[in-house]
T-cell receptor, first 109, second 115 residues
């Protein structure tokens, strides 16, 4: 079967670093996506990993280990505007996205 | 207009009503999607269209009926809905369907309440 799991909620402090983990199980895999969704808004694309390793994009980095079925999103120098839900999703063998329920990140001053 | 637009943004309907949700993408993409997002649940893919042809129908009840008249427009026709259908309905588009890294661009969604 297929499943994907990420923490429901995390809290971090402004200026700090936070890592949001995502684990998945699937027989067919065509890459893993991270999206950001502010309350009441549409999800917006953050990153895509299809090979193992770390992809860095400004304050955000995403890591993938295909053998472990594991990814994380790393957010550095946290800002209040980073308060949002972070959704991970993998593309299955049919290229359909299977989504996690999202991690609500709360940033405190 | 840029990106992906959806109308209406909010909709309240009775169980016996018929209504339609509209989505338009201005990105020149070839694939469009309907998703359902309920509170604290994962996004559920409902329908996928690629080059105006339906690709996937993930066991969606027949009270939801999609229509894709051209590659820029997507509709979701609703009839005899149930209260559990209340949710945020998101439309998305991507350059292609069936390629690994094709990121999806989402519209702002329609918040549907069924009374």
């Amino acid at each position: 079967g297929q499943n994907i799991d990420q923490p429901t909620e995390m809290t971090a402090t402004e200026g700090a670093i936070v890592q949001i983990n995502c684990t998945y199980q699937t027989s067919g895999f065509n890459g893993l996506f991270w999206y950001q969704q502010h309350a009441g808004e549409a999800p917006t694309f953050l990153s895509y990993n299809v090979l193992d390793g770390l992809e860095e994009k400004g304050r955000f980095s995403s890591f993938l280990s295909r053998s472990k079925g594991y990814s994380y999103l790393l957010l550095k120098e946290l800002q209040m505007k980073d308060s949002a839900s972070y959704l991970c999703a993998f593309a299955d063998s049919n290229y359909q996205l299977i989504w996690g329920a999202g991690t609500k990140l709360i940033i405190k001053p | 207009e840029t990106g992906v637009t959806q109308t209406p943004r909010h909709l309240v309907m009775g169980m016996t009503n018929k209504k339609s949700l509209k989505c338009e993408q201005h990105l020149g993409h070839n694939a469009m999607y309907w998703y359902k997002q309920s509170a604290k649940k994962p996004l559920e893919l409902m329908f996928v269209y690629s080059l105006e042809e339906r690709v996937e129908n993930n066991s969606v009840p027949s009270r939801f009926s999609p229509e894709c008249p051209n590659s820029s427009h997507l509709f979701l026709h609703l009839h005899t809905l149930q209260p559990e259908d209340s949710a945020l309905y998101l439309c998305a588009s991507s350059q292609e369907f069936g390629t690994g890294g094709s990121e999806q661009y989402f519209g702002p969604g329609t918040r549907l309440t069924v009374t």
